[in-house]
């Protein structure tokens, strides 16, 4: 049971959303089980990884959504309410989950699975490299998160 | 030895005992590394405060049966198993999945998802008081605490079997360093096996600590006891049932030591050890500070317990005693002095083990065994 729960926790890290974190792990666990045998030695470190490509898919997919809905409600086309209000009211939610779908694949990764509560060994398994590493991927993310975050609001 | 790198250092900061005790030495003395780890601290705190999220509590049992409703075949275990193309695949592939589920869970032991947080290395004595405990009540519903093995006590005939028995180093006090007045006393050696116990986070724990669960590894440990306890034990109660009041019943316990003669305690353990599914040191600390109605006392002891060099605040009861460091076996202890003239102890850490001498002596005759044991 301790695998479910960390799949989805390292969804949830990346979504914020327990519901969407829940479905990743559900797909996730489904695409395991059509690929692989269920008693491979790297299961852990599948399942995890595959969790953060697949919640990182899902914001990046939401975000091109979001761009789309906006477009056409700037068209008229579609919400009564003033479609700039909606972006800001959820802006500070989404700014960090934006920031890192915007990383590149691997410190985004780190950074979910170490905020999960994986280990670093954990880490290390999903992601390929030794324990011994892990700090080093960890501390470069948590910079470069940094400044995404500061460039994305320089006031 | 080369400065740290930063990975070092941040790997410090989520697990110190996974580095080697030359890296972790390092850093106690490098004033330069010190002063990069702060800052490669502020930068994890700074991410962990950007990602933090909502607990995501998962009902596993209401999971498996949505990856029942959503399995398919597995194209590798049907060209293995013939004749699951029929109709009832449905049932069957819930059965394959969930025999998959549970061995991809299984196969990962709690024990292998544990990462040790923290082994004091070294102890520090921090006076409480009464009032000083008042604000802990609310740590008591942070979660349930299971000893999943509980300690067991073995008498032994001699040091090296009491050594045998716990795995460690037999306890050996040399004789000329032993108080005139315990030559040649009756000693009785015991060992104990080690325990474990676990506190899961739920109930009103803080939200980031809440499914990590704790795991304490205490001892095995070992015990040498110089002097007749029995006959100690027998004045004492003789001398008590006649004491009406606490200051009586202090002298009664005087008069069964001069009557009985003194007691020696050494004993040997093990360093505890704590290990996490999660939360690491960094997260509870600050998760207990951040609770209301704290002592500043207690409030300076959580700051004072840190991962990197191990340091462990030794809360010693106010009134009852007086504690400060002292320097024994080339290391920092803190030694115990019992105001009202009843004992002593001496408490430190050296080689990962915890050692203690404790007896109706005085703190000079303590330090002059506790230095003296090989």
């Known amino acids: 049971m301790a695998e479910y729960g960390k799949v989805v926790a390292v969804a949830n890290r990346v979504l914020a959303d327990r519901a969407e974190a829940e479905d990743v792990a559900q797909e996730v666990f489904l695409d395991f089980h059509r690929k692989h045998r269920p008693d491979a030695g790297y299961a852990p470190g599948w399942l995890h990884r595959a969790a953060i490509h697949t919640a990182l898919n899902r914001i990046r997919s939401r975000k091109r959504r979001e761009r789309r809905e906006l477009a056409e409600a700037r068209r008229g086309n ?3 309410v003033d479609p700039q209000e909606v972006v800001e009211a ?33 880490v290390g398994a999903a992601l390929g490299v030794g324990a011994g590493q892990v700090g080093t991927l960890l501390r470069r993310a948590e910079q470069a998160l940094r400044k995404e975050i500061t460039r994305a609001t320089p006031d | 030895m080369r400065h740290l790198t930063d990975g070092a250092l941040r790997r410090l900061y989520d697990e110190p005992h996974a580095l080697d005790d030359e890296t972790r030495s390092h850093y106690r003395e490098c004033a330069e590394c010190r002063e990069r780890f702060a800052a490669v601290a502020d930068d994890a705190r700074h991410a962990m405060a950007l990602l933090a999220v909502p607990p995501a509590t998962v009902d596993p049992a209401a999971a498996l049966e949505r990856v029942k409703g959503g399995a398919r075949p597995a194209p590798r275990s049907l060209t293995i198993v013939r004749g699951w193309r029929r109709p009832a695949f449905g049932g069957l592939a819930a059965a394959v999945v969930a025999v998959g589920l ?12 544990l990462v040790r947080i923290f082994q004091p290395t070294q102890v520090s004595p921090v006076t409480i008081t009464s009032g000083d405990l008042t604000g802990l009540d609310a740590f008591s519903t942070w979660g349930d605490v299971k000893w999943t093995k509980q300690p067991e006590l073995q008498q032994t005939e001699t ?44 109930g009103s724990a803080p939200r ?22 029995g006959k100690l034990a027998q004045q004492a109660q003789a001398d008590r049932s006649g004491a009406g009041s606490d200051q009586a019943g202090q002298q009664a316990v005087r008069n069964a030591i001069a009557s009985a003669g003194p007691i020696l305690a050494v004993a040997e353990m093990k360093s505890p050890q704590v290990s996490s599914t999660g939360a690491s040191v960094a997260d509870i600390k600050s998760s207990l500070l951040a609770q209301p ?11 004072e317990i840190d991962s990197p060099t191990g340091n462990l605040p030794l809360p010693i009861p106010a009134g009852l005693a007086n504690a400060h460091t002292v320097r024994v076996q080339g290391v920092n202890g803190t030694a115990v002095g019992d105001n009202t003239g009843l004992g002593s102890a001496v408490i430190w850490i050296k080689n990962g083990r915890v050692y203690g001498v404790a007896g109706t002596l005085t703190e000079d005759q303590l330090l002059t065994v506790a230095n003296g044991l090989t």
């Not at chain 2, 991809?104 to 998802?113: D, G, K, Q, R, Y």
Request: glycine share 8%; net charge positive; hydrophobic share 45%.
């Open chain 1, 78 to 80: 579609r919400s009564p």
């Open chain 1, 90 to 122: 959820r802006e500070d939610r989404r700014l960090v989950r934006d920031a890192l779908a915007r990383l590149p694949s691997k410190p985004a990764s780190v950074l979910a699975l170490r905020y999960s509560g994986l280990s670093y060994v954990e």
């Open chain 2, 102 to 113: 549970a061995a991809t869970m299984a196969f990962t032991p709690l024990a292998s998802n």
């Open chain 2, 159 to 202: 040091a090296g079997d009491a050594a045998r028995v716990s795995g460690l180093p037999a306890i050996q006090v040399a004789a000329d360093r032993l108080p005139s007045a315990l030559a040649g006393a009756p000693v009785t050696y015991a060992a104990v096996s080690g325990s474990t116990g676990t506190v899961t986070f739920a």
């Open chain 2, 208 to 229: 980031k600590l809440q499914g990590s669960t704790l795991t304490v590894v205490i001892g095995p440990a070992e015990t040498a006891v110089y002097g007749d306890l």
């Open chain 2, 293 to 303: 109605g704290l002592s500043p006392t207690v409030r300076a002891a959580i700051s």
